[in-house]
């Protein structure tokens, strides 16, 4: 059975850098589609990154250039590197592999 954890959330200034990891356990880890979702009190779910096993990624438009998404494959790992946070960066952060959730990890972007 496919299990996915997060790790690495937590608070941060106002532009400071995050990175949020995402183990998967139970998969080959060979073919697969995988992304961070967040959500904020209030707001609706929000897809942040997606990336293939080949390696191609997509941004959304509110990370580009702030966000970047990358796995490990040796480490059965996925990541989520966020730099110049921002407030509106807060939220609960969802890794998805394969369709399975992990539970979500906080990240709040305060001073």
């Known amino acids: 059975q496919v299990q996915v954890v997060e790790s690495g959330g937590g608070l941060v200034q106002p532009g400071g850098s995050l990175r949020l990891s995402c183990a998967v356990s139970?998969?080959?880890?060979?073919?697969?589609?995988a992304n961070w979702y967040r959500q904020a009190p209030g707001k609706e779910r929000e897809m942040v990154a997606s990336?293939?096993?080949?390696?191609?990624?997509v941004l959304a438009n509110s990370v580009k250039g702030r966000f970047a998404i990358s796995g490990d494959n040796a480490k059965y790992a996925l990541y989520l590197q966020m730099n110049s946070l921002k407030p509106e960066d807060t939220a609960i952060y969802y890794c998805?592999?394969?369709?399975?959730w992990g539970r979500g990890i906080q990240v709040t972007v305060s001073s």
């Open positions: 998805v592999y394969q369709g399975r």
């Open positions: 990336i293939n096993s080949d390696g191609s990624t």
């Open positions: 139970g998969s080959d880890f060979k073919f697969y589609v």
